[in-house]
C-alpha cells in the first residue's frame, strides 16, 4: 500500500515549457485535489475532484488543468510555466468524495522552480 | 484566501512541557482538522473533529473546538524533539455539491532536546 505517489519530486522548468504532474493513489480514495505551498501563503487549493470524470477549480486555478480518467491518476498540468509558479506542489486525497468527516492523505510533494 | 489563522506563528519549547496551539476561523464549518509536517515533507494527518464535538483526544494529542468563538486548541502533552515541525489547521467545509478544506499559514514548533 503505497498511499500517494507523486512524480517527479524535483523539477526546474523554463519560462514557458509545459509539464505534467503526476499523482496516483492505490486506497480508492474517490476524492482527489492539487495545492500548493509558498512561503509564509500556507497551502492553496489549485484543482479536486470528487471522482473519475468530474473535475473543479480551486482558489488558484489559472494556468493549470486536470483531469481525472481513472480513480487512481488526478495528474496536474502546467500549460505555459511561468516564474509565478515556481512552489512546491502536493496531491492529496480523501475516503469518500470530500464530503465526509475523512482526513486527507497527502503525497510527499513536488519542487517545482521556474526559471 | 485563508479560513485558519493559526497562533502563534512559532512556538519554542523544552522537552517534557506541553504545548498549546490555537486556530481560528471565520466562516461555518463541518470539521476542523490538524496536520504536521516535517521539514521537506508532506502533511500527515494528526486529528479531526466534527462541527458538533467538542473535544477529542489521540494519544498525546487533545483537540477542542468552540464553533461559538470559531476557534480550535491543538495541544501536545510532554512533548519530544521528534515533535519539532510546523502544524497546520484546516477546516472541512461542504457547500452543495462542493467540498473544501482550507489550511491556515502554520505554526512552527521546536522542542529542545
Known amino acids: 500500500n503505497a498511499g500517494v505517489t507523486q512524480t517527479p519530486k524535483f523539477q526546474v522548468l523554463k519560462t514557458g515549457q509545459s509539464m505534467t504532474l503526476q499523482c496516483a493513489q492505490d486506497m480508492n480514495h474517490e476524492y482527489m485535489s492539487w495545492y500548493r505551498q509558498d512561503p509564509g501563503m500556507g497551502l492553496r487549493l489549485i484543482h479536486y475532484s470528487v471522482g473519475a470524470g468530474i473535475t473543479d477549480q480551486g482558489e488558484v486555478p489559472n494556468g493549470y488543468n486536470v483531469s481525472r480518467s481513472t480513480t487512481e491518476d488526478f495528474p496536474l498540468r502546467l500549460l505555459s510555466a511561468a516564474p509565478s509558479q515556481t512552489s512546491v506542489y502536493f496531491c492529496a486525497s480523501s475516503y469518500g468524495t470530500g464530503r465526509g468527516n475523512y482526513g486527507y492523505t497527502f503525497g510527499s510533494g513536488t519542487r517545482l522552480t521556474v526559471v | 484566501s485563508q479560513q485558519g489563522e493559526e497562533d502563534p506563528q512559532a512556538l519554542s519549547i523544552q522537552e517534557g512541557e506541553n504545548a498549546t496551539m490555537n486556530c481560528s476561523y471565520k466562516?461555518?464549518?463541518?470539521?476542523l482538522q490538524w496536520y504536521r509536517q516535517n521539514s521537506g515533507r508532506g502533511l500527515v494527518h494528526l486529528i479531526l473533529i466534527r462541527s458538533n464535538e467538542r473535544e477529542k483526544h489521540s494519544g498525546r494529542l487533545r483537540v477542542t473546538l468552540d464553533t461559538s468563538k470559531k476557534s480550535s486548541s491543538l495541544l501536545i502533552t510532554a512533548s519530544r524533539a521528534a515533535d519539532t515541525a510546523s502544524y497546520f489547521c484546516a477546516t472541512g467545509s461542504f457547500t452543495g455539491a462542493n467540498s473544501k478544506l482550507t489550511f491556515g499559514k502554520g505554526i512552527t514548533l521546536s522542542v529542545r532536546p
Open positions: 466562516t461555518s464549518i463541518n470539521n
